[in-house]
């Protein structure tokens, strides 16, 4: 089958500690104050940190899931045939499920069979199905449970595959909401924040804080989307998917696998590095990932790294785990749709291992026509998406 | 999206256990578990048989594909557990509670630096498997892919694993 051309991104829905939908996405992340609060959805006791981002009245993850996917194909103008022709490529942990559960009764859309009697969905990879189901999509499911990268991975696969001509459209939806399990993993490892408050970038910086993240991108071939009159959103333009070889959980000093990465999104869209005006970065405020993040921004951008606008929004919407990639794809999108870029909370003060220039205490404005969305996690695995303006 | 259409070669392949195989010695800093022992024995095992001791010389962007339905299911179940009774877990469970952690110890002591993929298959493991190596070599991200199939015997046992190396057959 023929190459088809730049893959389109033709709707999508986020939710986060932010609120619900791209708007309160956008107004959240722009504002820049930091979502995190006293963690009242379980309990904390004992840990040594007992705050994150988290949404009241957040539903199961399946349920939420389920609403993200049909409130994008709606955005994207999917009928019932679209849908039925439609893939979903899922992110999500691979483990059995630790969710909120929702205060009503066992309703119809639950899933029998699952080990906490179906009211919190289906394990995964059965979700993957469960969802496509109820969304009405028919096309093949992928589960991608790669941490951190695992949702910025299955848009680069979807990409890819629509750009080879295997598929015509993709939805890649991804979730993870705060929850016990998880939590506790993340305090054991000292890898939460122990001042409260996500500071990329910045000296002094502490660690990460835990957020919800749910979102549902639709992805589809250049020729269709004009077909069916579609409105672009922006462009996924490139990609790269690396990984260091270097340590099971650490990421390179050097940041040569994330360079790499960004290398071959810039190569696949057949661009120099001067083009890109703004990186949504990784930056999860853990001290050694940030640092290792800004050298590899120094080894793609060389000097223009130090003027390249950079902004890490988990500081104000948490790290959502294998949600990330999409949930910050989304904000990318909105950034350079809107022409303003996002700030980064928590500064503090520089550091000279993040010779940056972050954009801090208010939006940005500005005109760029292509964006980085930068992610890693363990197992030294690295993503880079390059999203153009529409 | 086809599942299976690799041109590529089984440039290698393994098992665990094989004949006369027991339990797979532990791993360094993974615990508790029979996930990690499982997935480095089976994927050291293929590698060895390709390339000796190893590690390959860099670029070489051999990806790492880990296609395993659940996981490390005893692991997430002891934390299931300590976390419900209101306990601590012991930190290594947090650095080795994604499938990432093993697939990227795999890597580091291979020297294998292409993509990263960790996958819960929906359909038949293997051609999941063999799709996603297949689509990371044509796009160019990798250039060859260690396909690591695993899961874990539901009573705790070691289970099986097998482990294939997909690339382009060159002289050695």
């Known amino acids: 089958m023929a190459e088809r051309g730049p ?31 006293p963690v009242r959805r379980f309990d904390t006791t004992g840990r040594r940190v007992t705050v994150a981002a988290t949404l009241p009245d957040v539903g199961t993850l399946a349920d939420e899931l389920a609403d993200a996917i049909d409130r994008a194909g709606r955005a994207a103008g999917l009928d019932r045939a679209d849908r039925a022709g439609t893939a979903l490529f899922l992110a999500t942990h691979g483990g059995p ?20 009697g179906g009211r919190l969905g289906p394990p995964v990879p059965a979700l993957a199905g469960h969802l496509a189901d109820r969304c009405g999509l028919g096309g093949p499911t992928r589960v991608y449970t790669s941490a951190c990268v695992s949702a910025s991975t299955a848009v680069a696969d979807a990409a890819a ?15 993870y909401l705060v929850e016990p399990d998880q939590y506790a993993l993340f305090d054991a490892g000292r890898a939460l924040a122990t001042d409260g408050a996500v500071r990329p970038f910045s000296a002094g910086r502490k660690g990460l804080l835990l957020g919800d993240g749910v979102a549902a991108v639709v992805l589809e071939s250049a020729d269709v989307a004009a077909r069916r009159g579609a409105p672009t959103l922006a462009t996924v333009a490139g990609w790269g998917r690396t990984g260091d070889a270097y340590h099971a959980c650490q990421p390179h000093p050097g940041g040569l696998g994330l360079a790499r990465a960004v290398e071959s999104a810039l190569r696949r869209a057949g661009l120099p590095p001067a083009e890109v005006g703004y990186v949504n970065a990784n930056a999860t405020g853990t001290p050694f990932s940030d640092a290792s993040e800004a050298a590899a921004l120094g080894c793609v951008f060389g000097a223009r790294a130090g003027r390249l606008p950079v902004s890490a929004t988990k500081s104000v919407h948490g790290h959502a785990l294998e949600a990330s990639g999409l949930l910050e794809l ?54 880079a998406l390059l999203v153009g303006a529409p | 999206m086809t599942a299976g259409r690799s041109a590529w070669a089984v440039l290698a392949e393994a098992r665990w256990p094989e004949d006369g195989d027991g339990a797979p010695p532990g791993v360094p800093g993974f615990v508790h ?69 093993v697939a990227g110890h795999v890597a580091a ?64």
């Open chain 2, 33 to 101: 578990s029979p996930f990690h022992p499982l997935v480095v024995a089976v994927a050291e095992r293929c590698l060895t048989r390709r390339y000796g001791a190893g590690p390959l010389p860099a670029d070489n962007r051999t990806a790492v594909v880990l296609v395993s339905a659940g996981g490390d299911t005893a692991g997430a179940a002891h934390v299931r557990q300590t976390v419900a009774a209101g306990g601590r877990v012991g930190p290594l469970f947090f650095f080795q509670s994604v499938p990432n952690s």
């Open chain 1, 7 to 37: 893959v389109r991104i033709i709707g999508m829905h986020a939710v986060s500690a932010l609120g619900r939908g791209a708007d309160a996405l956008l107004s959240g992340v722009l504002t820049g104050a930091p979502a995190f609060r």
């Open chain 2, 109 to 172: 002591r291979w020297g294998l630096d292409g993509p990263v993929v960790c996958l819960s298959p929906t359909g038949d493991p293997r051609a999941e498997g063999e799709a996603e190596a297949d689509l990371l070599c044509h796009d160019g991200d990798a250039a060859q892919a260690l396909l690591i199939l695993i899961e874990p015997a539901p009573d705790g046992a070691p289970g099986e694993a097998t482990a294939v190396l997909l690339g382009e057959e060159t002289r050695q």
């Open chain 1, 330 to 383: 989304v904000v990318t999108v909105l950034a350079l749709g809107h022409g303003k870029l996002p700030p980064t909370a928590g500064w503090l003060a520089p550091d000279p291992d993040c010779p940056l220039d972050v954009i801090r205490d208010a939006p940005r404005p500005a005109s760029t026509p292509y964006a980085l969305s930068l992610n890693a996690a363990f197992g030294g695995a690295n993503t």
């Open chain 1, 161 to 175: 595959l629509i750009r080879r001509g295997d598929l015509e459209r993709v939805v890649v939806a991804a979730g």
């Open chain 1, 97 to 116: 499920h630790s969710l909120p559960v929702p205060e009503r009764p066992a309703e119809p859309s639950d899933v029998p069979g699952a080990a906490d």
